[in-house]
């Protein structure tokens, strides 16, 4: 992550805002997918050959008829220059394709101008992750209690025992 973006995160963590870090994208396949953030608990979907904003401060979970996708949000975030900023929101483009690949897009150079292909930096096009398996970690909301018990005797239950009485 470039220093910049870093102390932006850090700036506005400390003067109580959350910047909007989103991907605008693109769904280059023939399905229709839908976007789930798990922590935000929201989701949305897009149309084939269309595309949308999607929040990448958490994970992402990407739904399509032949399977789920998931991607940490520590992979999603692209390098500070394939973002534009207005205000405290700032974006990047992608495009998705049928296998799950997400491909980092050049901002647009002006106003109605498309995001255009470029050449990939270190870490994307990003690949899917197997989905970890969220139901067996604890949560604030399910904690278990893990009790460990260590059988102790007193010599004089032990002695008991030994001569049958």
Known sequence: MNARLLLL???????????????????????????????????????????????ITDDV??????????????????????????????????????????????????EGAAPHEVEQPQGFPLQPHKRPNHAMQPTAGRRTLKISMTPTSSPAATRALASGG
């Open 9 to 55: 995160f850090l700036t506005t963590l400390l003067s109580g805002c959350v910047p909007g870090l989103v991907l605008n994208l693109y769904n280059a396949t023939e399905e229709t997918l839908t976007i789930t953030n798990p922590q935000l608990r929201s989701s949305s979907s897009i149309q084939p050959h269309a595309a949308a904003d999607i929040h």
């Open 61 to 110: 979970l990407i739904h399509s008829p032949r399977g789920s996708w998931f991607y940490a949000q520590s992979s999603t975030v692209p390098p500070t220059p394939f973002f534009q900023q207005h205000g405290m929101r700032w974006r990047a483009f992608g495009r998705i394709d049928s296998r799950g690949r997400i491909f980092v897009l050049a901002p647009p150079s002006s």
